[in-house]
């Protein structure tokens, strides 16, 4: 009769996970390396695809400028974009048709040359899928089965595996604690192929809507630390030193280097959370 019992308490708990869990709308698949999340993208322009990067980091979704040049694209208004230690000349781009499977992306981007990224990486990339994505849908970032998926929104759960998120016209960022010290708000960047870029001075809560591009190679100094995220807390996590602030109002980037040590995130910008889900941990 305990087995019996037993039994079918496993059951009910399972039964309640799967009526719990997300309805998935859409989803196109990601190939997790370098630390980095490439995409197959389509363009009427090309009978190839295209590989782009996941980038929360970037304020705007981009399309390299050799690229553009190469589609024949025609060069629209000149702005100024902000990355990691550089400023690049970037020109509008409106209403390509971009897809990711049978996912539209964001219409409008901005040319900007990634050259210097792209000699960085394995290949080419050409062009980054952007903040702008996310406050469209409700993003589920799935590290284990390398799939992104598009959620129904709803109200997410109260639980120890939400944080809160913030959307600001600067970027996205949560808080979180290092060294035990008090929180601080950093960027979420799946641009970052490192776990976590961390500024050490006092950074001012402030905030510019300059296009800023979050994915760079640098070399800072380096040490390890142990970060705290919502309820979870994590050691030895290799951490790169900063004196002043990569972007305003931030104390850093939070990376893939962390953020794939979790199965899945998802990103939910209607309700300003972010849900973390745990392995489970092997038997």
Same mark, same amino acid.
């Given at each position: 009769m305990r087995f019996r019992l037993s039994a079918v308490i496993v059951f009910v708990v399972a039964l309640f996970r799967v009526q719990a869990a997300p309805i998935s709308i859409a989803e196109f698949p990601f190939q997790f390396r370098e630390g980095l999340l490439w995409v197959e993208v389509s363009v009427p322009?090309?009978?190839?695809?295209?590989?782009? /990067?996941?980038?929360?980091?970037?304020?705007?979704? /981009?399309?390299?400028?050799?690229?553009?040049?190469? =589609?024949?694209?025609? +060069?629209? $208004?000149?702005?100024?974009?902000?990355?990691?230690?550089?400023?690049?000349?970037?020109?509008w781009q409106k209403l390509l048709s971009v897809k990711a499977g049978v996912v539209e992306l964001p219409s409008n981007y901005v040319a900007v040359d990634l050259? $210097?990224?792209?000699?960085? @990486?394995?290949?080419?990339?050409?062009g980054l899928i952007g903040a702008d994505f996310f406050c469209d849908h409700v993003v589920q970032i799935d590290f284990d089965a390398q799939k992104v998926r598009l959620l129904k929104p709803e109200k997410a759960r109260k639980s120890d595996e939400s944080?809160?998120?913030?959307?600001?016209? @600067?970027?996205?960022?949560?808080?979180?604690?290092?060294?035990?010290?008090?929180?601080?708000?950093?960027?979420?960047?799946?641009? @970052?192929?490192?776990?976590?870029?961390?500024?050490?001075?006092?950074?001012?809560?402030?905030?510019?809507?300059?296009?800023? =591009?979050?994915?760079?190679?640098?070399?800072?100094?380096?040490?390890?630390?142990?970060?705290?995220?919502?309820?979870?807390?994590?050691?030895?996590?290799?951490?790169?030193?900063?004196?002043?602030?990569?972007?305003?109002?931030?104390?850093?980037?939070?990376?893939?280097? +962390? /953020?794939?040590r979790f199965s899945s995130i998802t990103i939910d910008t209607k309700f300003n959370c972010l849900i973390l889900e745990q392995r489970c941990p092997a038997k």
């Amino acid at each position: 009769m305990r087995f019996r019992l037993s039994a079918v308490i496993v059951f009910v708990v399972a039964l309640f996970r799967v009526q719990a869990a997300p309805i998935s709308i859409a989803e196109f698949p990601f190939q997790f390396r370098e630390g980095l999340l490439w995409v197959e993208v389509s363009v009427p322009q090309s009978d190839k695809p295209l590989h782009f /990067l996941l980038d929360t980091g970037a304020g705007a979704s /981009l399309i390299n400028l050799s690229t553009a040049k190469r =589609l024949g694209m025609n +060069l629209g $208004r000149k702005i100024v974009v902000r990355g990691v230690d550089t400023t690049l000349p970037g020109y509008w781009q409106k209403l390509l048709s971009v897809k990711a499977g049978v996912v539209e992306l964001p219409s409008n981007y901005v040319a900007v040359d990634l050259g $210097r990224l792209s000699s960085s @990486c394995e290949q080419t990339v050409d062009g980054l899928i952007g903040a702008d994505f996310f406050c469209d849908h409700v993003v589920q970032i799935d590290f284990d089965a390398q799939k992104v998926r598009l959620l129904k929104p709803e109200k997410a759960r109260k639980s120890d595996e939400s944080v809160p998120l913030q959307l600001r016209p @600067c970027g996205m960022r949560v808080s979180i604690s290092v060294d035990g010290q008090k929180r601080q708000w950093v960027r979420l960047d799946t641009g @970052c192929a490192t776990a976590l870029q961390w500024v050490t001075s006092e950074v001012p809560d402030q905030c510019t809507h300059q296009i800023a =591009l979050g994915l760079a190679q640098i070399s800072v100094p380096q040490t390890e630390t142990t970060v705290g995220i919502g309820n979870h807390e994590f050691e030895n996590v290799p951490t790169g030193l900063h004196e002043k602030a990569i972007f305003s109002g931030e104390a850093g980037l939070l990376g893939n280097g +962390l /953020l794939s040590r979790f199965s899945s995130i998802t990103i939910d910008t209607k309700f300003n959370c972010l849900i973390l889900e745990q392995r489970c941990p092997a038997k």
